[in-house]
């Protein structure tokens, strides 16, 4: 079902597209994102010691704030929300990151507009145990360094593809305040979306 959503997304970014458009400056101007995409999680120590729990591919979706203080450099607020499984229970992280962008937009196709960015990232997380009950995971901050593009197709709105990687400490996972495991937020992320700027 999460591939059918995501795939129904891509399809209906694509239609977007239409002819030549001119990427206009983003100085002064907020924007709004919205994204889907793919996480790849780190493994990580299964519960009570009992060796590795290895995870799966899941799901991520999310948005944002995007605001263009030059020409090159903007500020962003981020918000994304992953789900997936392991071995032995699922996951759900929510991803506040707080950051920056150098855009690069000198290229002979004024439509495209790669950029790469930095920031902090503030990691809330939740365990289903596949032995019964949810399990406390405790917050953690991060760091992620990114790199995409935006592709303008009009001047107001923009198709976005990025890659993302967060790097961060391990979480304690307690059951009942005794230690059962630990889980590292790290991970990689691609995203697709839209991009809206208001003015």
Known sequence: MKKIIVLAVLLALVSLVPGAAMADSIKGRL?????VGFIVPSDNEAEFG?????????L????????GIDDHFAAELDVTNSSFD??????????????????????????????IGAGLDIISSDFDSDFGGRRHVDTTLGV????????????????????????????DITDDGFHSGSFDPTNFSTTFGVRFFFN
Not at 60 to 67: F, I, N, R
Not at 145 to 157: I, P, Q, R, T
């Open 60 to 67: 991520v979706v999310g948005g944002g704030l995007l605001y």
């Open 50 to 58: 009992f060796g590795t729990n290895h995870t799966d591919t899941g």
């Open 86 to 115: 392991s071995e032995i229970g699922d996951f759900d992280v929510t991803d506040i990151s707080f950051g920056g962008q150098y855009r690069f937009t000198n290229m002979r196709d004024r439509r495209l507009v790669p950029y």
């Open 144 to 171: 992620h360094l990114s790199g995409g593009l935006d592709y303008f197709v009009e001047k107001h709105v923009a198709l976005t593809a990025e890659a993302k990687v967060v790097l961060a400490p391990d979480a």
């Open 31 to 35: 924007g709004v994102t919205g994204k």
